[in-house]
């Protein structure tokens, strides 16, 4: 997938906007007489969707005068993070194999396998786990123990079945380009690709007997001591983001081309 020339002249408007964005946000904060706090969170690509578009807003209406900053990496990363006090909090999907840490779990949702709807996978009335396992796999970045890697590692080796090929990539984009592309599969947390669903781009191929979740936990180092700005943004997150979602559906539609898109 590359660019058209439609998506060239609109991604050079984005670029601008950002960066008067970023502007006007150092500027409110040089010229502002309240004490500004800073909370720095620590998140990684599959907790962004679900997590940030709910809290930030309900959170920067109570709390204008503190300053979030938010940095997305992988899971060895936001733990050094946290170690050396870079990072107030972090959220990561589970399992976390540092002890060190303090876990709280933020929410639950389904992890599903999809693959595109160009894939052999999609022309199958019924998927059975000995077709899943037949395709390469793509999964995001982590270190071995981690998050869904870990997860599906696991399921691979419950099932007796190898992993043949694995194709790693960084962020959430990457991970979903090639996804679309039709090479192989992955497993994804339904919240962060829900629209993909609904509008036919990316098509479940769940076997009945298959049922995995993805969980999503606050985690926090015991040693240092929060701020208050912190404390209520775990607060405010909880609070957002804790409501059951196990149940989430959609309604497959067409797949549809984006403008700014040329295969």
């Given at each position: 997938?590359?660019?058209s020339?439609?998506?060239?002249?609109?991604?050079?408007?984005?670029r601008?906007?950002?960066?008067?964005?970023?502007?006007?946000?150092?500027?409110?904060?040089?010229?502002?007489?309240?004490?500004?706090?800073?909370?720095?969170?620590?998140?990684?690509?599959?907790?962004?969707?679900?997590?940030?578009?709910?809290?930030?807003?309900?959170?920067?209406?109570?709390?204008?005068?503190?300053?979030?900053q938010?940095?997305?990496?992988?899971?060895?990363?936001?733990?050094?993070?946290?170690?050396?006090?870079?990072?107030?909090?972090a959220?990561?999907?589970?399992?976390?194999?540092?002890e060190?840490?303090?876990?709280?779990?933020?929410?639950?949702?389904?992890?599903?396998?999809?693959?595109?709807?160009?894939?052999?996978?999609?022309?199958?009335?019924?998927?059975?786990?000995?077709?899943?396992?037949?395709?390469?796999?793509?999964?995001?970045?982590?270190?071995?123990?981690?998050?869904?890697?870990a997860?599906?590692?696991?399921?691979?080796?419950?099932?007796?079945?190898?992993?043949?090929?694995?194709?790693?990539?960084?962020?959430?984009?990457?991970?979903?380009?090639?996804i679309?592309?039709?090479?192989?599969?992955?497993?994804?947390?339904?919240?962060?690709?829900?629209?993909?669903?609904?509008?036919?781009?990316?098509?479940?191929?769940?076997?009945?007997?298959?049922?995995?979740?993805?969980?999503?936990?606050?985690?926090?180092?015991?040693k240092?001591a929060?701020?208050?700005?912190?404390?209520?943004?775990?607060?405010?997150?909880?609070?957002?983001?804790?409501?059951?979602?196990?149940?989430?559906?959609?309604?497959?539609?067409?797949?549809?081309?984006?403008?700014?898109?040329?295969?």
């Amino acid at each position: 997938m590359y660019l058209s020339q439609a998506g060239e002249a609109f991604i050079t408007y984005c670029r601008t906007g950002l960066q008067d964005i970023e502007a006007g946000i150092t500027s409110a904060l040089r010229t502002s007489t309240a004490p500004i706090e800073k909370v720095t969170l620590g998140i990684t690509c599959f907790n962004t969707q679900r997590c940030l578009s709910s809290v930030l807003q309900p959170y920067r209406q109570q709390n204008p005068n503190v300053h979030i900053q938010i940095s997305e990496c992988l899971p060895n990363a936001l733990v050094r993070g946290l170690e050396k006090q870079a990072i107030d909090l972090a959220v990561f999907s589970l399992p976390v194999p540092v002890e060190t840490l303090q876990l709280e779990i933020l929410y639950e949702e389904p992890l599903i396998p999809v693959a595109a709807s160009v894939h052999p996978l999609a022309a199958l009335s019924k998927v059975a786990w000995s077709d899943i396992c037949r395709y390469p796999l793509i999964l995001s970045r982590q270190k071995n123990g981690f998050g869904i890697r870990a997860v599906v590692e696991n399921l691979y080796h419950s099932h007796h079945s190898a992993i043949d090929s694995v194709v790693e990539v960084s962020g959430d984009q990457p991970l979903r380009q090639l996804i679309l592309s039709g090479y192989g599969i992955s497993f994804v947390p339904l919240s962060q690709f829900q629209k993909d669903l609904e509008e036919g781009l990316l098509i479940a191929i769940q076997p009945p007997e298959l049922s995995l979740t993805h969980q999503v936990a606050i985690a926090t180092h015991p040693k240092h001591a929060l701020s208050p700005a912190a404390e209520g943004l775990i607060e405010t997150m909880l609070k957002r983001c804790s409501s059951p979602d196990h149940l989430i559906r959609y309604t497959p539609k067409p797949p549809a081309i984006s403008p700014f898109l040329t295969s």
